[in-house]
């Protein structure tokens, strides 16, 4: 990882300049927690949120602390949701409980985490076919590039931003994009 962020690479920022609406509704989809809850989408109306796909084993898992920033920083008007995931060179080994207690004892993580699931391939996530399908989401047809790729979704449900795995959570790029989107 230290190579691709010397070199740039994983750096790829996207914008929907034009808030162009999703074709399908953002809040007709839901997750299954990995406590095993239900979360629906429509709960999160008039709110900001962001989705990640994680990794326990990655070079960029310290970013798990900067998502936990970001959590408590703007809890009021932005959701993230962490999306562990074994796509990316087999870096998520562990089940939904060893996962939650990683991300709670080395990085106080108390945002939500979704059920383990694919984020790329044949069994992908009904969320991130919505991410990265311009036909569902009105303009993005960009997949993870790797672990830690971020969205950000509007307080209405229109994908506003993807982020590449090598911008920090805490960037200004991301933190102005919570702000001011």
């Avoid at 929907?16 to 406590?35: K, M, R, V």
């Avoid at 798990?64 to 949701?81: D, G, N, P, R």
Wanted: aromatic fraction near 12%; proline fraction near 4%; include cysteine.
């Amino acid at each position: 990882m230290w190579f691709t962020r010397l070199m740039g690479s994983r750096n790829l920022s996207l914008k929907n300049p034009a808030q162009i609406p999703p074709l399908t509704s953002f809040y007709e989809l839901g997750i299954t927690l990995n406590d095993g809850e239900t979360l629906s989408f429509s709960k999160l109306r008039g709110r900001k949120v962001m989705l990640v796909n994680t990794a326990s084993d990655c070079g960029y898992t310290d970013q798990y602390e900067a998502l936990q920033k970001l959590h408590s920083t703007f809890e009021e008007k932005l959701v993230i949701i962490g999306f562990p995931s074994n796509d990316f060179k087999n870096q998520e080994k562990g089940s939904d409980e060893e996962i939650a207690s990683f991300c709670k004892k080395n990085y106080g993580v108390s945002f939500y985490l979704a059920k383990k699931s694919s984020v790329t391939g044949n069994n992908t996530n009904l969320v991130f076919i919505w991410l990265s399908n311009k036909k569902q989401n009105g303009w993005n047809n960009k997949k993870p590039s790797w672990n830690f790729a971020k969205y950000l979704v509007s307080e209405n449900g229109t994908l506003l931003n993807y982020f590449d795995p090598g911008i920090s959570p805490a960037s200004s790029e991301v933190i102005n994009a919570i702000k001011n989107n």
